[in-house]
Antibody, heavy 118, light 107 residues
Framework: EVKLVESGGGLVQPGRSLKLSCAASGFSFNDYWMGWVRQAPGKGLEWIGEINQDSSTINYTPSLKDKFTISRDNAQNTLYLQMSKLGSEDTAIYYC???????????WGQGVMVTVSS | DIQMTQSPASLSASLGETVTIECLASEDIYSNLAWYQQKPGKSPQLLIYYANSLNDGVPSRFSGSGSGTQYSLKISSMQPEDEGDYFCQQSYKFPWTFGGGTKLELK
């Protein structure tokens, strides 16, 4: 069974950094692109970015490229999202997802809440 | 960025009714479109990809169609478990973008 479990969320002060993790199991992690999507409270979905199998290609949404960094550790079957200079606009549920075919997300984690507030 | 405009923003359907949700792209996305369903408090689930391909395990009452800039998701017979939010997503050009969502309720 494919499972994606995010962790590392919580309350963080504006301007600070936070690193999210996504532990993958039930599939061959190093065979897939992986991505991050977020959803502000009561709002729609926003694609953050995605990373290929050997980390040689990482694509980001332009507005977040200078704040967020996606990485992965294939030995640990884990995907990461390093977030810096956080602002209230970054308050959201953050999902990791497996990417298939051409940019589709076939499995999603349960999501982790990040709240940016003083 | 490619803008994805969904309509309607919300709708209410009776049991057994046919439901159609539309998604309009700001430019031709050559059928690189997916539909997701999100139930309250849950993660999104992939329903349709490449505009009309049904994901494994998705009931056959769901179908997708369209081309160019106009796409639609149809539910042929509304069921209680179909309540939730629906989102379209283009994967033709980076950054991938989602529609604003459609909230579907059972009347």
């Amino acid at each position: 069974e494919v499972k994606l479990v995010e962790s590392g969320g919580g309350l963080v002060q504006p301007g600070r950094s936070l690193k999210l993790s996504c532990a993958a199991s039930g599939f061959s992690f190093n065979d897939y692109w992986m991505g991050w999507v977020r959803q502000a409270p009561g709002k729609g979905l926003e694609w953050i970015g995605e990373i290929n199998q050997d980390s040689s290609t990482i694509n980001y949404t332009p507005s977040l490229k200078d704040k967020f960094t996606i990485s992965r550790d294939n030995a640990q079957n884990t995907l990461y999202l390093q977030m810096s200079k956080l602002g209230s606009e970054d308050t959201a549920i953050y999902y990791c997802a497996r990417v298939v075919l051409h940019g589709y997300f076939d499995y999603w984690g349960q999501g982790v809440m990040v709240t940016v507030s003083s | 960025d490619i803008q994805m405009t969904q309509s309607p923003a919300s709708l209410s359907a009776s049991l057994g009714e046919t439901v159609t949700i539309e998604c309009l792209a700001s430019e031709d996305i050559y059928s690189n479109l997916a539909w997701y369903q999100q139930k309250p408090g849950k993660s999104p689930q992939l329903l349709i990809y490449y505009a009309n391909s049904l994901n494994d395990g998705v009931p056959s009452r769901f179908s997708g169609s369209g081309s160019g800039t106009q796409y639609s998701l149809k539910i042929s017979s509304m069921q209680p478990e179909d309540e939730g939010d629906y989102f379209c997503q283009q994967s033709y050009k980076f950054p991938w973008t989602f529609g604003g969502g459609t909230k579907l309720e059972l009347k």
